[in-house]
């Protein structure tokens, strides 16, 4: 596979809603899109960082500046055999595996479409319908919370995860069961809390949450071992696995029980292929955990999502949730089993709308 031309266009998205977690409220999103010319062909890839360097280290501005001097300049006008030639090629590189994996995506949607299958059979994938979860912010008030719970559990998704912080915690979970008592449940911590909430973080245990993600520090493992010894709640680690030496060696201590598997955080499908097979070899649960994405990120963590280690329900859910109008066709939709249909379609699965990318683009370069 050759790559002839790249295109680097930074879109402006306002959410229908905000999303806030522990570190902040998002209204709307800046998202850089990566088009790949090759053999022919067109594919496309998402930068997944979020506008400020808050859950990780990358914004769009970062991903630019890799891309444009270091990723680009390495690949353009070279031919990789398969994607992850690519994936290789971008190892001396310390980190931004969002920028990569926004670049060695598109090259997956290509090869798909050489081959003439759909993306997820490409990786392997095995399910045609997909489980489907809510990420549910922390809202101005529990009542407006228990409202979008109530509307989500309506909609037929099979779990809901909330965000909670210092302050958003056992108040607004006790609300929570008293109203659903028996709902798959859990919360997001985004890092907001350390060793020392230990006592505190112990009464989560009474809400029979399905998990705690990520409560500690975003690039510990060693903490969350120790805390995953002192309570029952099973412990899903996101921010702290970049790769799958780190899953390796969370499972190996101790540090979680399951794990969220992000195309960016890990820099793109290769790496989450491994991620997800050293979780499968140790009969680890992993799920697609999500970004905001626009629906081209939406439609690789669809493709990803059909795995057979991807046994839990994931934050991939309905385009209308996130956008107005989405930038691919059809948008993204869940049935009222709360699973997406994988589309049998070649490549993506869905079709970028390039009038409507255009009219969101606010920065544009293309490299020849
Ligand atoms: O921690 O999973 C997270 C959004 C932005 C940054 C981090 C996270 C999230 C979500 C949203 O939880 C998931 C989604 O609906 O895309
Ligand atoms: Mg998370």
Known sequence: MKINRIELRQIQMPLVHFFETSFGRTTTRRIVLVRVDADGLTGWGEVTAGESPFYS?????????????????????????????????FLPIRGHNMAKAALENALWDIEAQKQNIPLAKLLGGTLEEIPCGVSIGIQNSIPELLEKIDREVAAGYQRIKVKIKPGWDLDVLDAIRSKFSRIPLMADANSAYSLDDLAHLKELDRFYLMMIEQPLGWD???????????ISTPICLDESIHNADDARKALQIGAGKIINIKLG????????????????????????????????????????????????????????????????????????QGTIRVSPAAGLGYTPNLARIEKLTVRKESFE
Not at 221 to 228: E, G, N, T, Y
């Open 57 to 89: 280290y990358e914004t769009p501005e970062t991903a630019w500046h890799i891309l444009r001097d270091f990723l680009i300049p390495w690949t353009l006008g070279k031919d990789f055999g398969a994607p992850a030639g690519i994936a290789a090629c």
């Open 220 to 230: 510990d493992l060693v903490d969350h071992a120790k805390l995953q010894r002192e």
């Open 265 to 336: 955080r890990v820099g793109g499908f290769t790496a989450a292929r491994q991620v997800h097979d050293v979780c499968r070899a140790r009969n680890v649960p992993v799920w697609c955990g999500g970004m905001l994405e626009s629906g081209i990120g939406r439609a690789h963590n669809i493709a990803m999502s059909t795995l057979p280690g991807f046994t839990l329900p994931g934050d991939v859910s309905a385009s209308k949730r996130y956008w107005a109008e989405d930038i691919i066709e059809p948008e993204v939709t869940v049935s009222a």
